[in-house]
Protein backbone atom coordinates (compact mmCIF):
# COMPACT_ATOMS: atom_id res chain seq x y z
CA UNK A 1 0.00 0.00 0.00
CA UNK A 2 2.72 2.80 0.88
CA UNK A 3 4.57 1.34 -2.22
CA UNK A 4 1.64 1.26 -4.10
CA UNK A 5 0.36 4.85 -2.70
CA UNK A 6 3.96 6.79 -3.76
CA UNK A 7 3.74 5.27 -7.54
CA UNK A 8 0.48 7.23 -8.15
CA UNK A 9 1.71 10.50 -6.93
CA UNK A 10 4.91 10.26 -9.47
CA UNK A 11 2.34 9.74 -12.05
CA UNK A 12 0.01 12.39 -11.40
CA UNK A 13 2.99 14.96 -11.12
CA UNK A 14 3.94 13.97 -14.72
CA UNK A 15 0.62 14.83 -15.93
CA UNK A 16 0.22 17.73 -14.41
CA UNK A 17 3.69 19.12 -15.59
CA UNK A 18 2.72 17.82 -19.46
CA UNK A 19 -0.24 19.56 -19.23
CA UNK A 20 1.65 23.37 -18.04
CA UNK A 21 3.73 23.00 -21.28
CA UNK A 22 2.02 22.35 -23.37
CA UNK A 23 -0.46 25.88 -22.55
CA UNK A 24 2.81 27.65 -21.59
CA UNK A 25 4.27 27.45 -25.37
CA UNK A 26 1.05 28.50 -27.36
CA UNK A 27 1.12 31.65 -25.31
CA UNK A 28 5.10 31.92 -25.70
CA UNK A 29 4.49 31.94 -29.80
CA UNK A 30 1.36 34.02 -29.46
CA UNK A 31 3.36 36.91 -27.97
CA UNK A 32 6.67 36.37 -30.17
CA UNK A 33 4.76 36.28 -33.58
CA UNK A 34 2.85 39.90 -33.36
CA UNK A 35 6.63 41.84 -32.55
CA UNK A 36 9.02 39.54 -34.93
CA UNK A 37 7.23 40.65 -38.52
CA UNK A 38 6.24 44.16 -37.37
CA UNK A 39 10.07 44.75 -36.33
CA UNK A 40 11.17 43.36 -39.29
CA UNK A 41 8.63 45.35 -41.75
CA UNK A 42 9.87 48.47 -39.47
CA UNK A 43 13.18 48.19 -39.90
CA UNK A 44 13.60 47.18 -43.64
CA UNK A 45 11.17 49.38 -45.31
CA UNK A 46 12.60 52.87 -44.03
CA UNK A 47 16.14 52.11 -44.23
CA UNK A 48 15.77 50.85 -47.75
CA UNK A 49 13.51 53.81 -48.61
CA UNK A 50 16.58 56.30 -46.94
CA UNK A 51 19.37 54.48 -48.91
CA UNK A 52 17.85 54.71 -52.50
CA UNK A 53 17.04 58.80 -51.86
CA UNK A 54 20.37 59.42 -50.84
CA UNK A 55 21.79 56.76 -53.42
CA UNK A 56 19.66 59.38 -55.77
CA UNK A 57 20.35 62.54 -54.37
CA UNK A 58 24.00 61.51 -54.51
CA UNK A 59 23.79 60.20 -58.32
CA UNK A 60 22.31 63.59 -59.47
CA UNK A 61 25.14 65.68 -57.98
CA UNK A 62 27.47 63.29 -59.97
CA UNK A 63 25.65 63.98 -63.22
CA UNK A 64 25.72 67.24 -62.61
CA UNK A 65 29.42 67.81 -62.13
CA UNK A 66 30.10 65.04 -64.72
CA UNK A 67 28.40 67.48 -67.26
CA UNK A 68 29.90 70.70 -65.98
CA UNK A 69 32.97 69.33 -66.13
CA UNK A 70 32.44 68.08 -69.54
CA UNK A 71 31.14 71.69 -70.74
CA UNK A 72 34.95 72.98 -68.95
CA UNK A 73 36.33 70.34 -71.20
CA UNK A 74 35.16 70.90 -74.56
CA UNK A 75 35.63 75.11 -73.95
CA UNK A 76 39.19 74.45 -72.89
CA UNK A 77 39.53 71.81 -76.03
CA UNK A 78 38.43 74.03 -78.76
CA UNK A 79 40.34 77.15 -76.84
CA UNK A 80 43.36 75.02 -77.18
CA UNK A 81 42.98 73.60 -81.13
CA UNK A 82 42.27 77.16 -82.38
CA UNK A 83 45.51 78.67 -80.51
CA UNK A 84 46.87 75.40 -82.23
CA UNK A 85 45.93 76.04 -85.42
CA UNK A 86 46.81 79.95 -85.04
CA UNK A 87 50.17 79.19 -83.93
CA UNK A 88 50.82 77.06 -87.15
CA UNK A 89 50.07 79.92 -89.10
CA UNK A 90 52.09 82.24 -87.59
CA UNK A 91 54.74 79.88 -87.83
CA UNK A 92 54.98 79.65 -91.36
CA UNK A 93 53.86 83.64 -91.69
CA UNK A 94 55.60 83.83 -94.63
CA UNK A 95 53.17 81.62 -96.46
CA UNK A 96 51.09 84.03 -95.46
CA UNK A 97 52.82 86.85 -96.63
CA UNK A 98 52.50 85.20 -99.95
CA UNK A 99 48.95 84.32 -100.08
CA UNK A 100 48.79 88.15 -99.93
CA UNK A 101 51.51 88.65 -102.68
CA UNK A 102 49.91 86.07 -105.15
CA UNK A 103 46.68 87.92 -104.48
CA UNK A 104 47.88 90.77 -105.42
CA UNK A 105 49.31 89.10 -108.47
CA UNK A 106 45.34 87.17 -109.57
CA UNK A 107 43.97 90.67 -109.18
CA UNK A 108 46.18 92.18 -111.61
CA UNK A 109 46.28 89.67 -114.26
CA UNK A 110 41.88 89.62 -113.63
CA UNK A 111 41.94 93.64 -113.95
CA UNK A 112 43.94 93.06 -117.08
CA UNK A 113 42.13 90.58 -118.54
CA UNK A 114 38.64 92.43 -117.94
CA UNK A 115 40.46 96.11 -119.33
CA UNK A 116 41.37 93.87 -122.28
CA UNK A 117 38.35 92.42 -122.71
CA UNK A 118 36.37 96.11 -122.37
CA UNK A 119 38.53 97.40 -125.02
CA UNK A 120 37.82 94.17 -127.44
CA UNK A 121 34.14 94.35 -126.80
CA UNK A 122 33.99 98.24 -127.45
CA UNK A 123 35.61 97.43 -130.57
CA UNK A 124 32.82 94.57 -131.77
CA UNK A 125 30.06 97.31 -130.63
CA UNK A 126 31.14 100.04 -132.65
CA UNK A 127 31.51 97.69 -135.73
CA UNK A 128 27.88 96.48 -135.33
CA UNK A 129 26.57 100.28 -134.51
CA UNK A 130 27.44 101.37 -131.72
CA UNK A 131 26.05 100.49 -127.93
CA UNK A 132 22.46 101.61 -128.58
CA UNK A 133 22.33 99.37 -131.09
CA UNK A 134 23.56 96.42 -129.70
CA UNK A 135 21.04 96.92 -127.22
CA UNK A 136 18.09 97.35 -129.80
CA UNK A 137 19.50 94.37 -131.32
CA UNK A 138 19.15 92.17 -127.91
CA UNK A 139 15.75 93.43 -126.93
CA UNK A 140 14.57 92.69 -130.50
CA UNK A 141 15.81 89.02 -130.16
CA UNK A 142 14.27 88.56 -126.34
CA UNK A 143 11.16 89.92 -128.69
CA UNK A 144 11.05 87.26 -130.90
CA UNK A 145 11.63 84.69 -128.15
CA UNK A 146 8.55 85.94 -126.61
CA UNK A 147 6.50 85.80 -129.84
CA UNK A 148 7.70 82.28 -130.15
CA UNK A 149 6.78 81.07 -126.73
CA UNK A 150 3.52 82.65 -127.12
CA UNK A 151 2.53 81.28 -130.97
CA UNK A 152 -0.36 80.40 -131.88
CA UNK A 153 -0.18 76.56 -131.22
CA UNK A 154 -3.04 77.03 -128.59
CA UNK A 155 -5.35 78.31 -130.88
CA UNK A 156 -4.37 75.72 -133.32
CA UNK A 157 -4.86 73.04 -130.61
CA UNK A 158 -8.76 74.84 -129.64
CA UNK A 159 -9.35 74.64 -133.02
CA UNK A 160 -8.52 71.55 -133.47
CA UNK A 161 -10.66 70.21 -130.98
CA UNK A 162 -13.50 72.39 -131.63
CA UNK A 163 -13.88 70.20 -135.29
CA UNK A 164 -13.54 67.16 -133.18
CA UNK A 165 -16.45 64.87 -133.76
CA UNK A 166 -16.03 63.51 -130.21
CA UNK A 167 -15.93 67.38 -128.86
CA UNK A 168 -19.34 67.46 -131.07
CA UNK A 169 -20.79 64.77 -129.65
CA UNK A 170 -20.32 66.37 -125.57
CA UNK A 171 -23.89 68.02 -124.28
CA UNK A 172 -24.08 71.63 -125.55
CA UNK A 173 -23.21 72.96 -121.73
CA UNK A 174 -20.03 71.09 -121.69
CA UNK A 175 -18.97 72.54 -124.75
CA UNK A 176 -19.54 75.90 -123.24
CA UNK A 177 -17.52 75.29 -120.79
CA UNK A 178 -14.66 74.06 -122.65
CA UNK A 179 -14.36 76.77 -124.93
CA UNK A 180 -14.54 79.40 -121.98
CA UNK A 181 -11.81 77.43 -120.40
CA UNK A 182 -9.35 77.18 -123.53
CA UNK A 183 -10.17 80.98 -124.39
CA UNK A 184 -9.25 82.05 -120.82
CA UNK A 185 -6.57 80.37 -121.03
CA UNK A 186 -5.76 82.28 -124.76
CA UNK A 187 -6.41 85.49 -123.10
CA UNK A 188 -4.26 84.95 -120.42
CA UNK A 189 -1.18 84.36 -122.06
CA UNK A 190 -1.84 87.25 -124.44
CA UNK A 191 -1.98 89.40 -121.61
CA UNK A 192 1.07 87.94 -120.55
CA UNK A 193 3.00 88.53 -123.99
CA UNK A 194 1.74 92.07 -124.10
CA UNK A 195 2.80 93.06 -120.19
CA UNK A 196 6.45 91.30 -121.04
CA UNK A 197 7.27 93.13 -124.66
CA UNK A 198 5.71 96.33 -122.63
CA UNK A 199 8.68 95.62 -120.39
CA UNK A 200 11.44 95.71 -123.23
CA UNK A 201 9.81 98.88 -125.29
CA UNK A 202 10.56 100.71 -121.50
CA UNK A 203 13.97 98.56 -121.23
CA UNK A 204 14.62 100.55 -124.21
CA UNK A 205 13.65 104.02 -123.87
CA UNK A 206 15.30 104.49 -120.33
CA UNK A 207 18.39 102.92 -120.94
CA UNK A 208 20.67 105.69 -119.76
CA UNK A 209 24.18 103.85 -120.24
CA UNK A 210 25.78 105.40 -124.01
CA UNK A 211 28.44 102.77 -123.35
CA UNK A 212 29.37 98.82 -122.46
CA UNK A 213 30.51 99.65 -118.47
CA UNK A 214 33.40 97.56 -116.65
CA UNK A 215 30.56 96.57 -114.42
CA UNK A 216 28.14 95.43 -116.77
CA UNK A 217 31.04 93.34 -118.56
CA UNK A 218 31.75 92.12 -115.53
CA UNK A 219 28.22 91.05 -115.17
CA UNK A 220 27.82 89.47 -118.41
CA UNK A 221 31.00 87.54 -118.35
CA UNK A 222 29.75 86.35 -115.12
CA UNK A 223 32.98 87.97 -112.86
CA UNK A 224 32.77 89.31 -109.42
CA UNK A 225 33.27 92.47 -110.65
CA UNK A 226 33.95 93.85 -106.51
CA UNK A 227 36.25 90.82 -106.13
CA UNK A 228 38.08 91.69 -109.05
CA UNK A 229 38.17 95.92 -108.41
CA UNK A 230 38.01 95.84 -104.50
CA UNK A 231 41.01 98.28 -104.23
CA UNK B 1 26.25 53.98 -61.02
CA UNK B 2 27.27 56.62 -58.70
CA UNK B 3 31.19 54.53 -58.83
CA UNK B 4 30.94 55.39 -62.55
CA UNK B 5 30.23 58.33 -62.71
CA UNK B 6 32.51 59.53 -59.90
CA UNK B 7 35.41 57.52 -61.62
CA UNK B 8 34.62 59.89 -65.02
CA UNK B 9 34.45 62.61 -63.01
CA UNK B 10 37.69 62.09 -61.45
CA UNK B 11 39.25 61.38 -65.22
CA UNK B 12 37.33 64.25 -66.55
CA UNK B 13 39.75 66.56 -63.64
CA UNK B 14 42.64 65.16 -64.31
CA UNK B 15 41.76 66.00 -67.87
CA UNK B 16 40.54 69.50 -67.15
CA UNK B 17 44.38 70.26 -65.72
CA UNK B 18 46.02 69.27 -68.24
CA UNK B 19 43.89 70.93 -70.90
CA UNK B 20 44.52 73.93 -69.10
CA UNK B 21 48.26 73.61 -68.65
CA UNK B 22 48.38 73.83 -72.09
CA UNK B 23 46.02 75.86 -72.63
CA UNK B 24 48.72 77.98 -70.88
CA UNK B 25 51.74 76.75 -73.27
CA UNK B 26 49.73 77.72 -76.65
CA UNK B 27 49.18 81.19 -74.90
CA UNK B 28 52.25 82.15 -74.39
CA UNK B 29 53.93 80.86 -77.18
CA UNK B 30 51.29 82.70 -79.61
CA UNK B 31 51.60 86.15 -77.75
CA UNK B 32 55.31 85.48 -77.97
CA UNK B 33 54.98 84.85 -81.74
CA UNK B 34 52.46 87.48 -82.58
CA UNK B 35 55.02 90.33 -80.58
CA UNK B 36 57.51 89.08 -83.29
CA UNK B 37 55.30 89.63 -86.03
CA UNK B 38 53.58 92.74 -84.91
CA UNK B 39 50.08 91.15 -85.35
CA UNK B 40 47.27 92.37 -82.72
CA UNK B 41 44.59 89.99 -83.85
CA UNK B 42 43.09 87.10 -81.42
CA UNK B 43 43.35 83.30 -82.70
CA UNK B 44 40.58 82.82 -83.92
CA UNK B 45 40.69 86.25 -86.12
CA UNK B 46 44.40 84.81 -87.42
CA UNK B 47 42.56 81.72 -89.06
CA UNK B 48 39.56 83.60 -89.50
CA UNK B 49 41.74 86.28 -92.05
CA UNK B 50 44.03 83.13 -93.24
CA UNK B 51 40.72 81.10 -94.65
CA UNK B 52 39.47 84.63 -96.37
CA UNK B 53 42.74 84.59 -97.85
CA UNK B 54 43.09 81.73 -99.34
CA UNK B 55 39.34 82.08 -100.29
CA UNK B 56 40.55 85.49 -102.12
CA UNK B 57 42.88 83.88 -103.88
CA UNK B 58 41.67 81.26 -105.05
CA UNK B 59 38.74 83.12 -106.68
CA UNK B 60 41.25 85.04 -108.12
CA UNK B 61 43.07 82.85 -109.57
CA UNK B 62 40.17 81.08 -111.47
CA UNK B 63 38.71 84.49 -112.50
CA UNK B 64 42.52 85.46 -113.93
CA UNK B 65 42.50 81.95 -115.62
CA UNK B 66 38.99 82.07 -117.55
CA UNK B 67 39.86 85.46 -118.40
CA UNK B 68 43.47 84.70 -119.91
CA UNK B 69 41.86 82.01 -121.62
CA UNK B 70 38.85 84.15 -123.28
CA UNK B 71 41.80 86.01 -124.55
CA UNK B 72 43.85 83.52 -125.85
CA UNK B 73 41.07 82.18 -127.93
CA UNK B 74 40.50 85.49 -129.13
CA UNK B 75 43.97 86.32 -130.44
CA UNK B 76 44.27 82.34 -131.40
CA UNK B 77 47.05 82.37 -129.48
CA UNK B 78 47.86 80.33 -125.86
CA UNK B 79 47.43 81.12 -122.61
CA UNK B 80 50.72 81.32 -122.05
CA UNK B 81 51.56 83.82 -124.46
CA UNK B 82 48.61 86.01 -122.94
CA UNK B 83 50.31 85.65 -119.82
CA UNK B 84 54.13 86.85 -120.83
CA UNK B 85 52.36 89.79 -122.45
CA UNK B 86 51.21 90.60 -119.14
CA UNK B 87 54.64 90.08 -117.27
CA UNK B 88 53.42 87.23 -115.41
CA UNK B 89 54.03 83.49 -114.67
CA UNK B 90 51.11 81.31 -115.01
CA UNK B 91 52.86 79.08 -111.83
CA UNK B 92 50.97 79.66 -108.57
New interface residues.
Partial sequence: MGVSTPTNNSQHCKQTNKKRSTVVSPMGNHQQLPPTPYTLTKSCIPRVHKESIE?RK??NR??L??NE??K??DS??K??N??????K???K?DQ?TK??L??D??????Q???S??LN?TLLKIDRMGGYEELRRKELEAEKRKIEYQVDDRLQDEMDNVLESEEFKALPDEDQEEYKARMQNRIDEMTIWKEKELLKLDEKLKSNSEKEMTMRELSQR?K??YD??FAE | MPCTIELSNEKREAQLEELKAAKCRLQKEFEELSAELSIVHKPKDVIDLHIQRLKEYNELRDVGLRLTQLIADEKACKVKDVFEEMGYEVAD
Wanted: charged content about 20%; glycine content about 6%; cysteine-free.
Fill in positions: ELALKLNLKQVYKTNQLGQAIILRYEILLIKWRSISGGMYMSLVDLV
